[in-house]
């Protein structure tokens, strides 16, 4: 039943996103009861019976082949990652259904740490589609700082996004952040629907957040591979970031993020000082360590 509900609000709201004269059809009388198209028209386009969309509108993707599929991602005009969101309904449909499980802890093996170390200039951290954050370089921990207050471990963007105060001047584009994570954990939602520990985190974010519940029942998907990030930073200010994130094929779910700035810009100037900050509180721990040994020594 999750599953067609899914389907089902899905079509639905791609179909209201699109006015009869963005599809090249022509609009009748000017008062429609439906915003965007009608069942009808999105079957005329897609070349299948009005009856048939409609079964699959309710929900029931059984059976539905590839080619039907990409005709239905053409009619509603899909971007590539509504049309990808589409096929993981589609597929999950067809599978099995089975009670939602709590996935096995996600490791980051040595040599991907070793990697993250290995970019000491950038910022860079490892997560999972969840958004979860399981490993950081030291530049990466000093970016997301603000993140690292919270005790809950491992640190979650999204959490960190709509249940803590100080993300609303953490995200100088706080509106952007919002509707981006939604739109990606509603992307991983669709790839991995049995994702208990998904499901728990978008159960605890609709029920303490307004804002995350009206997002999230927009159905807008979305892929984050590359972009944007700015940031105001407790320490360093404002940051202007780009950033690529890479999948890690030998880790499957988990993704390499690398945050980099304009050569000469004030953002890497920040990123230069953000690393100085970074190596104080390196020493700092290192002394707090040396002097508790020296103590210890002293008291034997």
């Keep these: 039943m999750y599953n067609r509900d899914e389907i089902r609000e899905f079509l639905i709201s791609r179909r209201a996103k699109i006015q009869p004269d963005q599809a090249g059809l022509p609009a009748y009388g000017g008062n429609r009861r439906v915003p965007g198209l009608r069942r009808e028209e999105v079957a005329l386009l897609a070349g299948v019976s009005s009856d048939y969309y409609t079964r699959l509108e309710r929900g029931n993707l059984s059976g539905v082949s590839e080619s039907v599929l990409e005709a ?109 994570v939604v739109a990606i954990l509603r992307s991983e939602a669709g790839r991995n629907p049995f994702d208990r520990s998904l499901s728990d985190l978008v159960g605890e974010l609709s029920t303490h957040s307004d804002e995350f519940a009206t997002r999230w029942a927009t159905h807008n998907v979305r892929f984050h591979r590359t972009g944007f990030k700015d940031i105001h930073h407790p320490i360093v200010g404002e940051l202007h970031l780009t950033f690529e994130a890479m999948d890690l094929p030998a880790d499957p779910g988990l993704s390499l993020v690398v945050y980099t700035a304009a050569p000469g810009s004030a953002s890497a100037d920040g990123l230069t000082l953000l690393a100085s900050w970074a190596a104080t509180l390196d020493r700092a721990d290192a002394d707090a360590d040396a002097q508790h040994l020296e103590t210890h020594d002293l008291q034997e």
Excluded: C, K
Aim: proline share 6%; charged share 25%; glycine share 4%.
């Design 72 to 180: 239905l991602a053409g009619a509603l005009q899909l971007d590539e990652a509504e049309r990808v969101h589409l096929l993981d309904l589609a597929r999950a449909a067809n599978t099995t259904p089975r009670a939602r499980r709590r996935p096995t802890r996600q490791l980051v093996r040595p040599s991907v740490q070793q990697t993250l170390d290995g970019m000491a200039g950038l910022p860079a951290y490892v997560r999972n589609g969840r958004r979860d954050i399981l490993a950081a370089n030291r530049l990466g921990y000093a970016l997301y700082s603000e993140m690292y207050l919270d005790p809950a471990r491992p640190v979650n963007i999204a959490r960190f996004v709509f249940l803590s105060p100080r993300a609303h001047v953490f995200f100088l584009d706080w509106e952007r952040a919002a509707d981006d």
